[in-house]
Structures are given as structure tokens and as C-alpha cells.
Nanobody
Framework: QVQLVESGGGLVQTGDSLRLSCAAS????????LAWFRQAPGKKREVVAAIRWTGDSAYHSDSVKGRFTMSRDNARSTVYLQMNSLEPEDTAVYYC???????????????WGKGTLVNVSS
């Protein structure tokens, strides 16, 4: 019932900025909160940020707080992840996911996108 399509990944250098987009669609998409996760090679999947369709607050993990910002555009059913001051340790496949906020922040989701690769070189 929910489809998620990420875009915007690529190869960048340390200190660069990048904006990821996630287009969300489906009859019930408005019932779900959305999140960004990432998984680096050999690492566990990590929640990066989460947001609701209503309100103006968003959750950001300690590892990205102050550098990354999640936002939404309700009219386009799209969420974004603005990534600034990128570092090599940010290199990962970034996934868009949908679920309940209280479960997203502990790594669970009902729907997942296929991911987009962000590669930050030294």
C-alpha cells in the first residue's frame, strides 16, 4: 500500500553537501511516519532521522544531529534528507522507510525503499 523511491545519492567529497529525496505513494501513505536509515558495509542498519506528516518537528540521531536535516513536502508526498559536512563515515546505502514513529526510531518499519548509495571520499 506504500511505495517508496529514493533518489539523490552519489559520489561526493568530504565536506560536501547532498540532498536525498524519497517519493512516497500509495493509498495509505498518510497514515505512516517516515524515516531515513543507513547501512554501511559490515555495519548494522542505523536510523538517521524520522518525521511525521503533521507538525514541524523531526527526530535526528545523535550521530547526524547538527549536520543532517529531514524535512517533508506534503503536497508532493516527498521527504528529504539534507546532508551537510559529509564525512567518509557517512558512506552507506540510505533507505527510506515508513511505519510508526515509535518503531522507526528503534529500527523497525512496515515499508522500505530500495536504497540509494552515498559514497563520501576522503
Amino acid at each position: 500500500q506504500v511505495q517508496l523511491v529514493e533518489s539523490g545519492g552519489g559520489l561526493v567529497q568530504t565536506g560536501d553537501s547532498l540532498r536525498l529525496s524519497c517519493a512516497a505513494s500509495g493509498r495509505t501513505v498518510s497514515r505512516y511516519d517516515l524515516a531515513w536509515f543507513r547501512q554501511a558495509p559490515g555495519k548494522k542498519r542505523e536510523v538517521v532521522a524520522a518525521i511525521r506528516w503533521t507538525g514541524d518537528s523531526a527526530y535526528h540521531s545523535d550521530s547526524v544531529k547538527g549536520r543532517f536535516t529531514m524535512s517533508r513536502d506534503n503536497a508532493r508526498s516527498t521527504v528529504y534528507l539534507q546532508m551537510n559536512s559529509l564525512e567518509p563515515e557517512d558512506t552507506a546505502v540510505y533507505y527510506c522507510a515508513a511505519g510508526a514513529a515509535q518503531t522507526l526510531v528503534v529500527g523497525r518499519a512496515d515499508y522500505w525503499g530500495k536504497g540509494t548509495l552515498v559514497n563520501v571520499s576522503s
